[in-house]
């Protein structure tokens, strides 16, 4: 019924939040990216996964923001055993006891790499090793062609009603995601209230690299730059209520013929309440366009 596409930390919240204000959380799927995936002395790490799972569950270090200890290694046989990532993290999700659906974007290997003027870096290597200070060029995810997405996550864009873009990294959560074969045109055919959130207030992310990374592909650090990467599908883009005075240049952004709407709300959220204040603040954004998704009572 609604369907989220997010990265980490950032998509993370919102995916929590909707899942706390929904009268069925199980009327929501996640779809994660995965090109931030590595390994590590022979172990698969799914980092965003991982955060979208814990959050959910309630487990996440809020800081940190990925991992717990000592919980993947009944999973990573799995994986051994040449199950679908997809799999994996459906058992994950059972024995987290998580109702929304959690799917990653594809079972294929997509890797993001960053071109930097100290060479070409793997994503944790750019993000974690080097604490993403080198400026950023350019931005490949290796893999993609031959990659294809989940078919469980082809379905729940086409199945939505209602399709978020969660307000994560565009650069590297999400434009994987969309960089999939055939994902960017699901989008753009589906039938789906499309809405994307706002990942920058004030001109700066709320954590982590993404006006580095606009900048450094040559992109303005501006909500506008974020429209223009989801253009081909989007319907209306939350802007942050602090950015109101943006509303005539991000609507500007659209497609040539195609209506974007722009809606503010407080996008912050710095607790578990501002969580659940944004997803109400959509849900009621998608009812006033015919999209009604039952919510709990406040
Ligand atoms: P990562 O993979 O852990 O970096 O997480 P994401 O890609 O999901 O999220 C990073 C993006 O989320 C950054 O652009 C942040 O500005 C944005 N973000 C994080 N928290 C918030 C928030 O509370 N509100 C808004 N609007 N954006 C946020």
Redesign the pocket.
């Known amino acids: 019924m609604l369907t989220v596409l997010?990265?980490?930390?950032?998509?993370?919240?919102l995916v929590a939040g909707i899942a706390a204000v929904l009268a069925d959380p199980s009327a929501l799927t996640v779809i994660v990216n995965t090109a931030?995936d590595w390994q590590h002395l022979g172990l698969h790490i799914s980092p965003?996964v991982d955060?979208v799972l814990y959050t959910l569950a309630g487990l996440a270090g809020r800081e940190r923001?990925w991992g717990i200890e000592g919980d993947t290694w009944a999973a990573l046989e799995m994986l051994r055993e040449g199950r679908r990532l997809t799999e994996v993290t459906h058992r994950l999700r059972e024995a987290l006891r998580i109702a929304p659906v959690v799917l990653p974007m594809s079972d294929d290997r997509v890797a993001t790499v960053v071109r930097t003027p100290a060479g070409r870096l793997a994503f944790q290597e750019y993000f974690v090793l080097r604490g993403a200070r080198d400026p950023v060029t350019a931005v490949e995810f290796e893999g993609l062609e031959r990659a294809r997405p989940s078919p469980e996550a082809v379905d729940a864009v086409r199945s939505a009603r209602l399709l978020i873009v969660?307000?994560?990294?565009p650069v590297v959560?999400i434009r994987p995601i969309l960089a999939l074969p055939g994902m960017e045109a699901a989008l753009a055919q589906s039938a789906a209230l499309r809405v994307a959130?706002?990942?920058?207030?004030r001109g700066e992310?709320?954590?982590?690299p993404?006006v580095e990374m606009l900048r450094g592909l040559g992109m303005d650090a501006a909500p506008h730059a974020v429209v223009a990467l989801y253009r081909t599908f989007l319907d209306v883009f939350v802007l942050?209520a602090r950015d109101r005075a943006l509303t005539g240049s991000v609507a500007g952004a659209g497609s040539p013929g195609r209506a974007l709407e722009v809606e503010c709300a407080d996008?912050?959220?710095p607790d578990d309440a501002g969580r659940r204040r944004l997803a109400r603040d959509l849900l009621a954004i998608a009812r006033a366009r015919g999209v009604e998704i039952p919510v709990r009572p406040e």
Not at 6 to 13: E, H, I, P, S, T
Not at 205 to 208: Q, S
């Open positions: 997010c990265g980490g930390v950032g998509g993370a919240k931030d965003d955060t923001g969660a307000p994560s990294n959560s959130v706002t990942p920058l207030i992310a709320v954590k982590g993404t942050d996008t912050l959220m």
